[in-house]
């Protein structure tokens, strides 16, 4: 399968610990957004690459948050001193405009669950 | 910015009948793009069907099309003959197009499918 894949699929943490997610794009990619979506909600956006430089960051990316690309392939998002207003469903997308006619159509991965005790 | 506005928190329909799930959107851009997105419960948001600004002609893919009214500013998804597995979430989302990048989403609908 060379979809979107984002790892762990669930993270329960207490409150105060540190976490990190990883996503894998799509292999052709080279975009990348992280969203995060909390229950009953669309997603919000958080923050984007193009390759290795990260174009756009949400005012919902407090200091605490923090996304690195570093070889414009995966993609780590990690959250220090984790508040329990922090649970929710992080998903990452990736695409590749101009494959599509000029779009931007973003595919997403399984996303990752966290909840903060 | 984008804001979508989806007005239908939930929506039934029974197997094999059509439904559409209402989007409309407010933008200053004049070229920008709508999608729609599918959420089953296990959370993996699955692209459905694409309207650019520019696009003459209504989206379809398979059985979803897209009925694009641009001075109405309305996006809605018409699901045609609809299937039990059908039922999911489902988002309405646009980008800028001068810029591409961020999806603005609105709040979901939740389509409900009955045998």
């Known amino acids: 399968d060379t979809g979107v894949s984002q790892n762990p699929r669930h993270k329960i943490t207490k409150r105060g610990q540190n976490v990190t997610f990883r996503c894998d794009p799509i292999s052709e990619h080279n975009r990348l957004y992280w969203y995060r979506q909390t229950l009953g909600q669309g997603p919000e956006f958080l923050t984007y690459?193009?390759?290795?430089?990260?174009?756009?960051k949400s005012r919902l990316l407090s200091d605490r948050f923090s996304a690195e690309r570093p070889k414009g392939s995966f993609s780590t998002l990690e959250i220090q001193r984790t508040e329990q207003g922090d649970s929710a469903m992080y998903l990452c997308?990736?695409?590749?405009?101009?494959?599509?006619?000029?779009?931007?159509?973003?595919?997403f991965g399984p996303g990752t669950r966290l909840t903060v005790l | 910015a984008q804001k979508i506005t989806q007005t239908q928190p939930g929506m039934f329909v029974q197997e094999k009948e059509a439904v559409t799930l209402d989007c409309t959107y407010d933008?200053?851009?004049?070229?920008?793009?709508l999608f729609w997105y599918k959420q089953p419960s296990s959370g993996e948001m699955i692209f459905l069907i694409y309207q650019g600004s520019y696009d003459e002609q209504n989206a379809t893919e398979g059985r979803y099309s897209l009925n694009f009214q641009k001075a109405r500013k309305s996006a809605n998804l018409v699901i045609s003959a609809s299937q039990l597995g059908d039922s999911a979430m489902y988002f309405c989302?646009?980008?800028?197009?001068?810029?591409?990048?961020?999806?603005?989403f609105g709040r979901g609908t939740q389509l409900t499918v009955w045998p």
């Open positions: 989302a646009g980008n800028r197009g001068s810029t591409l990048g961020r999806l603005y």
């Open positions: 997308a990736s695409s590749m405009p101009g494959l599509a006619g000029g779009t931007d159509t973003q595919y």
């Open positions: 690459f193009q390759n290795e430089a990260q174009l756009e």
């Open positions: 933008t200053s851009d004049q070229s920008y793009g």
